[in-house]
T-cell receptor, first 116, second 112 residues
Framework: DTEVTQTPKHLVMGMTNKKSLKCEQH?????MYWYKQKAKKPPELMFVYSYEKLSINESVPSRFSPECPNSSLLNLHLHALQPEDSALYLC???????????????FGEGSRLTVL | GQSLEQPSEVTAVEGAIVQINCTYQTSGFYGLSWYQQHDGGAPTFLSYNALDGLEETGRFSSFLSRSDSYGYLLLQELQMKDSASYFC?????????????FGPGTRLSVLP
């Protein structure tokens, strides 16, 4: 199984809603990532979890709250978002062992979020 | 800080060879990856260089020169399906984790 699965694929929410994006992988990868991508822009790193601990938080607003319940799951909790937060949210995973690292991120298909 | 540069657009015809360059200035560096992304899709991994030199994977090759902070992706025998955006990404390692920072992307258009 070389897949990263993200749900939902599409999400529309109001600025007062609370929702969550979910990501799952069963490749035994110990690093998991959230990226945000706007149209015609590169993926922009938001959070990195390494061995289920948050290792990188790229100054993301607190209305985005990540959670890593176990080594296979990654969530992104959304609350009080703004219309400018509308984007494609990509989850990815990778091996996190320098000696074994192939430089490859395995991406899910993304969750396309629209904030009204 | 992290800074990567790529050409914004490249156009070529089917069957041709195209080279997409990437220069980087980063505080840390462990390797350079390349990703392809079709419109509406997710990025998919193409190649990775941790050491200087050329890596070949089928029609795609990638080159790295660490001393010049420069790499390129070479696409041969171009096909229409190669029309996509291509991103270079620097792999860095930080305390308790690693980080991949993406370049701005190059949009490749392959013409018949």
């Amino acid at each position: 199984d070389t897949e990263v699965t993200q749900t939902p694929k599409h999400l529309v929410m109001g600025m007062t809603n609370k929702k969550s994006l979910k990501c799952e992988q069963h490749m035994g990868h110990r690093a998991m990532y959230w990226y945000k991508q706007k149209a015609k822009k590169p993926p922009e790193l938001m959070f990195v979890y390494s061995y289920e601990k948050l290792s990188i938080n790229e100054s993301v607003p607190s209305r985005f709250s990540p959670e890593c319940p176990n080594s296979s799951l990654l969530n992104l909790h959304l609350h009080a978002l703004q219309p400018e937060d509308s984007a494609l949210y990509l989850c990815a995973s990778s091996q996190d062992s320098p000696g074994a690292n192939t430089g490859e991120l395995f991406f899910g298909e993304g969750s396309r979020l629209t904030v009204l | 800080g992290q800074s990567l540069e790529q050409p914004s657009e490249v156009t070529a015809v089917e069957g041709a060879i195209v080279q997409i360059n990437c220069t980087y200035q980063t505080s840390g560096f462990y390797g350079l990856s390349w990703y392809q992304q079709h419109d509406g899709g997710a990025p998919t991994f193409l190649s990775y260089n941790a050491l200087d030199g050329l890596e070949e994977t089928g029609r795609f090759s990638s080159f790295l020169s660490r001393s010049d902070s420069y790499g390129y992706l070479l696409l041969q025998e171009l096909q229409m399906k190669d029309s996509a955006s291509y991103f270079c990404a620097v792999r860095d390692e930080v305390d308790y984790g690693q980080n991949f920072v993406f370049g701005p992307g190059t949009r490749l258009s392959v013409l018949p």
